[in-house]
Every structure is written in structure tokens, then in C-alpha cells.
């Protein structure tokens, strides 16, 4: 069974900064894609940022302040967050898809006071 397992959320201030890293229990080569997902308080999960190959996807919200990107030997993903605003406090869920199933990480909280 793979694991995704979540790091880095906590309590920052606006202006300040982030790295969220998800740590997959096996290769990551053998994804098709992932990336970080997030859901706040009452509203739906919504997509991020995803990273496909050396393609990178945002939300129109988080473009030019979050970035995105892989470690291959350390079978880890990270997301830089920037300039963080409160409107980004939720639960970021760290995903994966390869050709037969999707997985989610446990998810981490960011909190990002005004």
C-alpha cells in the first residue's frame, strides 16, 4: 500500500513563508502525477499545484507564490508557499496517481494569520 506522508504546515504570519514536503513510501517514477490539494473549513478540496514529468499546473490563486517541485532520490514532493495570505490557511493534502489508483496523504495544516 503507498503512503504519502505530510510535513511542514504550522502557524505563519501574512507576508511570511512555507515548505509543505510529502515523502512517498515507494518511487516516485512510477507516478503519473502529483501534487497538493487543499480544503478549508467548509468549502471543497481544491487543486493547487500539480507537477506532471517537468510540467508544473497552479491555481490561478497561488500562481507566482507557490512553487512546486520533485525530489526523484528522495521519493519527495515539495510545495514552497510565498507570500502567504490568510485567505490560504486549510489542509493541504498531498496527491499521487499512477495508472490503477489515486492516493492522499493524511493531510498538514497551514494557518496564516492577518
Known amino acids: 500500500q503507498v503512503q504519502l506522508v505530510e510535513s511542514g504546515g504550522g502557524l505563519v504570519q501574512a507576508g511570511g513563508s512555507l515548505r509543505l514536503s510529502c515523502a512517498a513510501s515507494?518511487?516516485?517514477?512510477?507516478?503519473?502525477?502529483m501534487g497538493w490539494y487543499h480544503q478549508a473549513p467548509g468549502k471543497q478540496r481544491e487543486l493547487v499545484a500539480t507537477i506532471t514529468g517537468g510540467s508544473t499546473n497552479y491555481a490561478d490563486s497561488v500562481k507566482g507564490r507557490f512553487t512546486i517541485s520533485r525530489d526523484n532520490a528522495k521519493n519527495t514532493v515539495y510545495l514552497q508557499m510565498n507570500s502567504l495570505k490568510p485567505e490560504d490557511t486549510a489542509v493541504y493534502y498531498c496527491y499521487a496517481r499512477d495508472t490503477y489508483n489515486e492516493y492522499w496523504g493524511q493531510g498538514t495544516q497551514v494557518t496564516v494569520s492577518s
Open positions: 515507494r518511487t516516485i517514477f512510477r507516478f503519473n502525477a
